[in-house]
Nanobody
Framework: QVQLVESGGDLVQAGGSLRLSCAAS????????MGWHRQAPGKQRDLVAS???????NYADSVKGRFTISRDNAKNMVYLQMNSLKPEDTATYYC?????????????????WGQGTQVTVSS
């Protein structure tokens, strides 16, 4: 199993910045892609940004140029730097990863999610 714990969510004014962090922990795992998703009340959960183990990134159109995803493979951490925040960025932000985990003598792939951290942007 892989446990993901997010931090950094807060209330911020429009135009402000926040940095989200996510720490992955567990035993016998290797993480491939890490990413951030978000879900606003009454809406579906959408991908915000993702990053592969080799540093390849992907962003939702709505955050391109404002958000930057990065990771520290040695620490099993992923970050989301969010600048020029807008009220429409208000949501619960979830960290996720795809990983292979050594369990019962075999390597098995799976997707893992954190519990989420709230980001609220006031106008």
């Amino acid at each position: 199993q892989v446990q993901l714990v997010e931090s950094g969510g807060d209330l911020v004014q429009a135009g402000g910045s926040l940095r989200l962090s996510c720490a992955a922990s567990g035993r016998g795992f290797s993480i491939n892609t890490m990413g951030w998703h978000r879900q606003a009340p009454g809406k579906q959960r959408d991908l915000v940004a993702s990053i592969t183990s080799t540093g390849g990134t992907n962003y939702a159109d709505s955050v391109k140029g404002r958000f930057t995803i990065s990771r520290d493979n040695a620490k099993n951490m992923v970050y989301l730097q969010m600048n020029s925040l807008k009220p429409e960025d208000t949501a619960t932000y979830y960290c996720a990863c795809s990983a292979i985990v050594y369990r019962n003598g075999i390597w098995a792939s799976g997707d893992y999610w954190g519990q989420g951290t709230q980001v609220t942007v006031s106008s």
